[in-house]
């Protein structure tokens, strides 16, 4: 089975920056995506971002286009998600997910979730 474990969520003040990590491990040969998803308190949760491990093709949600960038080192089996100019909607706990298949933005297509990391704007 796939273990994903997040960390480097914090508080951090309008307009900053944070850089997640989703350290990955066990059947790490097998995944295709990596996924980035945040939910925040009293909504669903939404997809952030994707990588794929074959091809590296990426996407992102339009609320986070041109400030987060995801990446991946497979030699440290990890993927980071790096976030700028940082707003108070970005307030939220922060999810690493794995698929075998191509990414996708539906919670429902991930089986394998970490326990999440809270990241928190404030002004």
């Known amino acids: 089975q796939l273990q994903l474990v997040e960390s480097g969520g914090g508080l951090v003040q309008f307009g900053g920056s944070l850089r997640l990590s989703c350290k990955l491990s066990g059947d790490t040969l097998n995944y295709n995506a990596i996924g980035w998803f945040r939910q925040a308190p009293g909504k669903e949760r939404e997809g952030v971002s994707c990588i794929n491990n074959v091809g590296g093709i990426e996407n992102y949600a339009d609320s986070v286009k041109g400030r987060f960038t995801i990446s991946r080192d497979k030699a440290k089996n990890t993927v980071y998600l790096q976030m700028n100019s940082l707003n108070n909607e970005d307030t939220a706990v922060y999810y690493c997910?794995?698929?075998?298949?191509?990414?996708?933005?539906?919670?429902?297509?991930?089986?394998?979730w970490g326990q999440g990391t809270q990241v928190t704007v404030f002004s």
């Open positions: 997910a794995g698929r075998y298949a191509h990414c996708s933005n539906s919670v429902r297509d991930y089986t394998r």
